[in-house]
């Protein structure tokens, strides 16, 4: 599980740092940027969702 929820977070860097690179290489409003922000969005949500589904079926728990 800790392995999922990493991969997913190195991704999301991953496409924050595309999006910047290319908000600062491309001109204003360009379509790799906008493709950057919506594979960021997704990723973000499904790591969400991930989250949500794990702790649902009990596959991890909160430490006190």
């Known amino acids: 599980m800790k ?3 990493l991969i997913l ?3 999301v ?3 924050l740092g595309s999006g910047l690179f290319f908000l600062v290489r491309d001109e204003k409003g360009s379509p ?3 493709k950057a922000l ?3 969005v ?3 949500v499904l790591l969400i969702l991930f989250l949500l589904v794990s702790f649902q ?3 991890i728990t ?3």
């Open 62 to 64: 909160p430490q006190n």
């Open 3 to 5: 392995l999922v929820v």
């Open 13 to 15: 860097l991953i496409s």
């Open 38 to 40: 919506k594979i960021r």
């Open 42 to 44: 997704a990723l973000s």
């Open 57 to 59: 079926f009990g596959w």
């Open 9 to 11: 977070l190195i991704a």
């Open 32 to 34: 790799r940027m906008l």
